[in-house]
């Protein structure tokens, strides 16, 4: 055995509620089991103040908590939570090796839980105000927005669906829109004009986010009158884009135009043997739960191909 080299049953890279489910069931189904992540335990849990609709936290969890838990669980079943950051991916015959910035690891199964990231403005306040007044989901904080006024940022399928989701909440919220009309398709596009709660600011993008310790407004900038102003608001949802963690993938595994993993309903990438799990994946929901469904079920069929080598 080569001394950078180390050899498991089964391989995780990224240990967000995806990966750690998945560990969680390939451990219980006796498999050598690693994970890797580049980061803390976690993933995007770790930075969620509160999760509210998580199954069994009737009160919610703090997301730490929720995280901290999770890789609990994997580690008392002894899978072991390496630091490390996958680089590629390769095939030797039946063996997947996965190159990281530590060596080698291989792996006759390899589930990808690498999660996805939103795509931030860059604008000053964005970073301080986030989780006080600055979000980019939808299904995880519009309760905090009941009958509350609020501004959505973006002109896309995800921002108008999200922004229709939205209003079943807040009091109004105002689409800020860099373009004079929307990219989204047609159908959500005449549902967003056909709401009485929805109002638009066309032309104008967020130069700032205003706020002490949480948000009090968006400074615009009218990209044709290139006039300023402050829009008072109490919550900015940011929707410009969200971006797989994929890098690292080869093209041998098949991707969307945006870069996510398509799999079937197994979970099963068009390579065999390798999956995908959670947010990094086609036709997530980008869900706490959604994430380790996908992690428990990748985990299962990953058991159910090692089968078939043996
Ligand atoms: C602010 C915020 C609030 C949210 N609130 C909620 C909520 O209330 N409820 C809810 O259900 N969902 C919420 N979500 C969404 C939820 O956190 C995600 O859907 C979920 O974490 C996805 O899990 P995942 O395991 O697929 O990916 P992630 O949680 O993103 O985990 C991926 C992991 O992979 C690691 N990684 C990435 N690339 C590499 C690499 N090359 N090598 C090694 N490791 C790598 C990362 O470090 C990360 O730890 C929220 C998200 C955010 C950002």
Redesign the pocket.
């Known amino acids: 055995m080569c001394a950078d080299k180390r050899y498991f049953d089964v391989a995780i ?7 750690l489910a998945a560990a969680i069931y390939a451990a219980r189904a006796r498999r050598k089991t690693m994970i ?4 803390l ?5 770790m ?2 103040a509160l ?4 199954p069994g936290f009737p009160k919610g969890s703090s997301g730490m908590e929720l995280a901290d838990l999770m890789a609990q669980q994997a580690r008392n079943l002894g899978v072991p939570i390496e630091m ?3 680089r590629g991916i390769e095939r030797d015959k039946k063996d997947i090796i996965l190159r990281t910035d530590k060596g080698e690891i291989v792996a006759k199964a390899l589930i990808i ?4 990231s ?1 795509k931030k403005l860059n604008v000053p306040g964005e970073a301080e105000l ?2 006080r007044g600055v979000s ?2 939808g299904t ?1 904080d519009a309760m905090l927005y009941r009958d509350k006024e609020i501004v959505v940022v973006g002109g896309g399928d995800t921002a108008i669906d999200e922004a229709l989701f939205l209003t079943r909440f807040v009091k109004r919220l105002h689409i800020v829109h860099r373009r004079g009309e929307l990219r989204a398709e047609k159908i959500l596009q005449e549902r967003a004009f056909a709401n009485e709660k929805i109002g638009f600011i066309w032309d104008s993008v967020v130069t700032k986010i205003v706020g002490d310790q949480k948000v009090s407004g968006v400074e615009l900038l009218n990209k044709k009158t290139n006039e300023t102003s402050v829009f008072p608001t109490e919550g900015v949802f940011i929707f410009v884009g969200n971006e797989p ?1 994929t890098g ?1 993938v080869p093209e041998m595994i098949s991707k969307t135009g945006e870069g996510q993993i398509i799999v079937n309903i197994k979970m099963e990438t068009n390579a065999p043997g390798i999956y995908a ?4 994946r086609a036709e997530s929901i ?4 959604s ?1 380790a469904g996908d992690g428990a079920t990748a985990a299962w069929y990953a058991d159910k191909y090692l089968d078939t080598l043996e």
Request: proline content about 2%; glycine content about 20%; hydrophobic content about 35%.
């Open positions: 890279v990224g240990g967000g509620p995806a990966g890797l992540d580049k980061a335990a976690g993933g995007q849990v930075f969620t999760i509210e609709n998580y490390e950051e996958a839980a690498t999660g996805s939103w986030s989780g980019y989901c995880c963690n690292f799990a959670g947010d990094v980008r869900q706490v739960v994430a």
